[in-house]
């Protein structure tokens, strides 16, 4: 059975920080890139970030960059998304997803995905 279950997810004030993690099963994991999609209230989702674990390589949606970032740790099977100097706009439910590796080239989209976990809530407060 495929899993993705996220955690991390919490209040915090803007300017703030919190790391969210997403443990993956049921899966060849080195095969798959994993990412971050988020959806706030009233407003439609949109991919974050997301990390290949074939070969390291990363994308950033523009207005998270150089606040977020995200790592692998392959030998616990879990993705993190470290999110820092926070913005009430960074308010939303964060879904892990997980599609095959080469997915990552086309860059953040929906088209392609494969498994999504349940979903974390971020809070920022202003």
């Known amino acids: 059975e495929v899993q993705l279950v996220e955690s991390g997810g919490g209040l915090v004030q803007a300017g703030g920080s919190l790391r969210l993690s997403c443990s993956a099963s049921?899966?060849?994991?080195?095969?798959?890139?994993i990412g971050w999609f988020r959806q706030a209230p009233g407003k439609e989702r949109e991919g974050v970030s997301a990390?290949?674990?074939?070969?390291?390589?990363?994308v950033y949606k523009d207005s998270v960059k150089g606040r977020f970032t995200i790592s692998s740790d392959n030998a616990k099977n879990t993705v993190y998304l470290q999110m820092n100097s926070l913005k009430a706009e960074d308010t939303a439910v964060y879904y892990c997803?997980?599609?095959?590796?080469?997915?990552?080239?086309?860059?953040?989209?929906?088209?392609?995905?494969?498994?999504w976990g349940k979903g974390t809530l971020v809070t920022v407060s202003s």
């Open positions: 990390i290949s674990n074939s070969d390291g390589s990363t």
């Open positions: 049921g899966f060849i994991f080195d095969d798959y890139a």
């Open positions: 997803v997980a599609a095959p590796s080469p997915w990552i080239i086309a860059g953040l989209r929906e088209d392609g995905l494969q498994y």
